[in-house]
């Protein structure tokens, strides 16, 4: 599907933004701001992790929220097709950085562009927050976030190792 647009992001206000594609289809992308508005896209997020509740959902989100943990989603006819999760911090190899965590679009919505309008917008609000990269985790064995990715301009700088302490709190 072609579209054409640009995300802008004028001030740090604004919250929605509707995009108009060549088939008429409106998409609107909102930021969610509460628990409350991340919990009631949580069969979105239930697509990457079948078995996470909303209880569990909801004490992971107390966590996340007040340590720079946002959301965006885009939705089409009122309903959410796609959400990312992101953390804005600070490293000393890098200054400030915005990480992507847990794009997911639905399965139905897949290779339609809403991909690509969230790598869009959130690297305008790296832009917004004076970020000086964007990074993210893909697994080894999800070939095409790989091609994806690529293809939005990330490159792979180093491993990202993991030593489980807890295989029961791995979904």
């Known amino acids: 599907m072609n579209y054409k647009f640009k995300v802008l992001i004028i001030s740090s206000t604004i919250l929605?933004?509707?995009?108009?594609?060549?088939?008429?289809?409106?998409?609107?992308?909102?930021?969610?701001?509460?628990?409350?508005?991340?919990?009631?896209?949580?069969?979105?997020m239930q697509e990457l992790y079948p078995t996470l509740n909303p209880t569990q959902y909801h004490e992971m989100l107390s966590d996340m929220i007040p340590n720079n943990y946002g959301q965006i989603a885009v939705f089409t006819e009122g309903k959410c097709v796609g959400i990312s999760?992101?953390?804005?911090?600070?490293?000393?190899?890098?200054?400030k950085y915005l990480e992507l965590d847990n794009v997911i679009i639905s399965e139905k919505y897949r290779s339609k562009g809403i991909g690509k309008i969230l790598s869009d917008y959130l690297e305008n609000?790296?832009?917004?927050?004076?970020?000086?990269?964007?990074?993210?985790?893909?697994?080894?064995?999800?070939?095409?976030?790989?091609?994806?990715?690529?293809?939005?301009?990330?490159?792979?700088?180093?491993?990202?190792?993991?030593?489980?302490i807890d295989k029961n709190g791995i979904r």
């Open 16 to 44: 929605n933004l509707q995009l108009k594609f060549e088939n008429f289809t409106t998409m609107t992308i909102k930021e969610l701001k509460t628990i409350d508005e991340m919990l009631e896209h949580l069969s979105v």
């Open 85 to 95: 999760g992101y953390w804005i911090g600070t490293k000393l190899w890098c200054g």
């Open 125 to 164: 609000k790296a832009h917004l927050n004076n970020c000086t990269i964007q990074v993210l985790d893909a697994y080894t064995s999800n070939f095409k976030a790989h091609r994806f990715y690529y293809n939005q301009g990330f490159s792979p700088k180093g491993f990202h190792f993991v030593k489980i």
